[in-house]
């Protein structure tokens, strides 16, 4: 079935389509598998003609002419429509706390203008039910989180005229820290080099640092050779020895990839985020054999939660990998690292990586993999 004529003129208006926090890709695969198997469940909601929430179902909606129904909202104004989606989306459960902090901040910047600013400073001073006050409560933090929020998304719309993307940048998690982007607005002459910086030194930014060759020869017996290694260099591939591999010059989130990966992505400029979430998108199309990651242990982050939740058997690293580099001592990542392996062989992984560290496999494997070995 179409889509009926009338919900084609709903119209996608950029910024307010650049204040939503995109979806990961296996988040929108998962919307995509759910949509087709049970249609369009939820409305649309628009403003004037305005869509405010929905431009992912949309798109999916369009792509394979599935129904779906479009609701119209009553606001005043362009800033309420602005407010009703930072609201909305803070109901979202899967939200990082940076994607969180600029919702809530732009939603205090633009109380407070609306309410004049000498008039929200003195509620701010005085008034027990302040600006600040009112939105904690309403979304379970305290005031003066609500402050930083609010100098946060200030940092941010200052930095737009210097970098326009810089909205998506902290909504896709692709910047140092929030200290970082309120520096940069402080400093901007250097907020470029500022907001480049890689959040973990040892694994990323203009010095390559290399996997030491245990690891890598540990994967290469799970998965019995490694055929792409999408991002590397000639230089590393020496001990990965990939069949393929995918330089800086060739960028690798732009390239296909398949067979058996092996992967240390970058950190720079939030590339990891970029690099899994590209792995995730072919793990989940079935594009990929077996893939071995090894990214540090953030587990406060969106990415690596991502790619826990996708992984069929981790390997939480004991004590930090010493990294090297050509030309220069050998360097101590500044954190714990992780392996996570995507695959049909968990009990490989676990035989070749329990001497790294701590191993964990998912849930719904054990049973089958320990009767397997039983009835052997």
């Avoid at 999408?230 to 732009?254: C, M, W, Y």
């Avoid at 992780?338 to 790294?356: K, N, S, V």
Wanted: net charge negative.
């Amino acid at each position: 079935m179409g889509v009926p004529e009338a919900v084609r003129h709903v119209a996608f208006d950029p910024e307010f389509q650049a204040m939503i926090p995109p979806l990961q890709a296996e988040e929108r695969a998962y919307l995509e598998a759910n949509i087709i198997r049970d249609g369009c469940r939820d409305p649309l909601v628009a403003w004037r003609g305005l869509l405010l929430d929905g431009h992912n179902r949309y798109d999916i909606c369009e792509a394979h002419g599935i129904d779906f129904e479009v609701m119209e909202i009553d606001l005043p104004d362009r800033d309420a429509a602005a407010d009703w989606i930072d609201t909305n989306q803070l109901g979202r459960r899967n939200l990082t706390p940076d994607q969180a902090s600029l919702l809530r901040g732009r939603r205090y910047n633009r109380t407070k203008k609306s309410n004049g600013v000498r008039g929200a400073r003195k509620l701010d001073q005085n008034d027990p039910a302040s600006t600040a006050e009112v939105l904690a409560k309403q979304h379970g933090v305290s005031a003066p989180t609500i402050k930083r929020d609010g100098q946060f998304a200030r940092a941010v719309e200052a930095l737009k005229p210097a970098i326009p993307d810089i909205e998506q940048r902290v909504l896709t998690g692709c910047v140092p820290s929030k200290s970082a982007v309120v520096e940069a607005a402080r400093e901007p002459v250097r907020a470029v080099e500022i907001l480049n910086k890689p959040h973990v030194t040892h694994n990323s930014g203009e010095i390559e640092w290399y996997t030491p060759a245990p690891y890598v020869e540990a994967a290469r017996a799970v998965m019995d050779g490694i055929d792409l290694d999408p991002a590397s260099s000639e230089s590393a591939n020496q001990i990965v020895k990939a069949d393929r591999i995918f330089t800086a010059h060739d960028d690798g989130l732009a390239q296909q990839w398949a067979g058996r990966v092996w992967m240390n992505p970058p950190y720079a400029a939030g590339l990891v985020q970029q690099f899994t979430a590209k792995l995730i998108g072919h793990v989940i199309a079935h594009d990929i054999e077996a893939a071995i990651v090894l990214v540090n242990n953030a587990t406060e982050t969106q990415w690596f939660r991502a790619l826990a939740d996708e992984a069929d058997a981790i390997c939480f690293k004991t004590g930090r990998i010493q990294f090297h580099a050509p030309g220069k001592a050998s360097a101590t990542g500044l954190q714990g690292q992780a392996f996570l392996y995507f695959g049909a062989a968990p009990r490989d992984f676990i035989r070749e990586f329990q001497r790294f560290g701590f191993v964990m496999i998912r849930a719904d494997y054990a049973p089958r993999q320990f009767n397997d070995e039983a009835e052997a």
